[in-house]
């Protein structure tokens, strides 16, 4: 079982930044592939950024050059860095963990990000 706590949600100018966290506890982080997801009103939920157990990254065609996401194994945290924020990355931001061995996925309870004009 993993739990995951998000924080760093808020409302922010378009053009301003936010740092979303994740904190996660329950099992091996280290063994865990990450990843922030988003859901906006209306829509489906879409992966926004992945960082896997060896670091690799992906990110969305939309937020690449402007999110970051790395992770803390030590502190079993990972984090969103999103500058130069557009109205259109407005949405509840989840965190998920994938438990690769396991083949099981879990999630956080979401943060909100509004990004006004």
């Known amino acids: 079982q993993v739990q995951l706590v998000e924080s760093g949600g808020g409302l922010v100018q378009a053009g301003g930044s936010l740092r979303l966290s994740c904190a996660a506890s329950?099992?091996?982080?280290?063994?865990?592939?990450m990843a922030w997801y988003r859901q906006a009103a209306g829509k489906q939920r879409e992966l926004v950024a992945r960082i896997t157990r060896g670091g690799s990254t992906n990110y969305a065609d939309s937020v690449k050059g402007r999110f970051t996401i790395s992770r803390d194994n030590a502190q079993k945290m990972v984090y969103l860095q999103m500058n130069s924020l557009k109205p259109e990355d407005t949405a509840v931001y989840y965190c998920n963990a994938f438990v690769v061995w396991l083949s099981l996925s879990y999630w956080g309870q979401g943060t909100q990000v509004t990004v006004s004009s």
């Open positions: 329950g099992n091996d982080f280290s063994n865990n592939d």
